[in-house]
């Protein structure tokens, strides 16, 4: 059973770099889709992108421009950064294994709490 | 705006069935992308509940089924019991956003 979990800085200053990492355990990273999610305090899930483990991303449109997600396969771990953060960042952030055949995602961390402030 | 509506509540008492819809277009849902839902319980991550519009992962109870029709999907509780009580959120894929992930905005279910 693979388990995800998220890590990095709980508050994060306005205009300054988010930067998470994901751990993956019990499997390799050397396989799937491995993805952002973000949802921000009392609203819903937003999608912020993936990446194959080929290396190959897709982001969303709207986050594009200040996104990066990218892998570490020595330590079984991917990363994401968002840069020039607002207050609008501020959400829980989670990462989640995306499914080859479907695209469903069916493995989630727990969430990180990242708040954008000064 | 979410680009996968969802009603924002529903509600029923124990025993009852409930629908949960999830309405998309012809970019989505409607291009022959599948849909997945989730359940996200207060204070928890989503939990994948049906992924290719009708399959259940193992573990999750025959109580909950999915189906997909033209650009829309939904989501059925029958025999509804106290701890199905929580947010639920469709997702797919969307060809004119190049090919990224949309979710639904949720709709919160209660109990009554």
């Known amino acids: 059973q693979v388990q995800l979990q998220e890590s990095g800085p709980g508050l994060v200053k306005p205009s300054e770099t988010l930067s998470l990492i994901c751990a993956v355990s019990?499997?390799?990273?050397?396989?799937?889709?491995w993805s952002w999610i973000r949802q921000p305090p009392g609203k819903g899930l937003e999608w912020i992108g993936y990446?194959?483990?080929?290396?190959?991303?897709t982001y969303n449109p709207s986050l594009k421009s200040r996104v990066t997600i990218s892998l570490d396969t020595s330590k079984n771990q991917f990363s994401l950064r968002l840069t020039s953060v607002t207050a609008a960042d501020t959400a829980v952030y989670y990462c989640?294994?995306?499914?080859?055949?479907?695209?469903?995602?069916?493995?989630w961390g727990q969430g990180t709490l990242v708040t954008v402030s000064s | 705006q979410s680009v996968l509506t969802q009603p924002p509540s529903v509600s029923g008492a124990p025993g009852q069935r409930v629908t949960i819809s999830c309405t998309g277009s012809?970019?989505?849902?409607?291009?022959?992308?599948?849909v997945h839902w989730y359940q996200q319980l207060p204070g928890t991550a989503p939990k994948l509940l049906i992924y290719a519009n009708n399959n259940r992962p193992s573990g999750v109870p025959d109580r909950f089924s999915g189906s997909k029709s033209g650009t829309s999907a939904s989501l059925a509780i029958t025999g509804l019991q106290a701890d199905d009580e929580a947010d639920y959120y469709c997702q797919s894929y969307d060809k004119s956003l190049s090919n990224s992930g949309v979710f639904g905005g949720g709709t919160k279910l209660t109990v009554l």
């Open positions: 989640a294994r995306r499914s080859y055949g479907s695209g469903s995602y069916d493995s």
């Open positions: 012809s970019s989505n849902i409607g291009a022959g992308y599948d």
């Open positions: 990446i194959y483990y080929s290396g190959s991303t």
């Open positions: 019990g499997g390799s990273i050397n396989s799937y889709y």
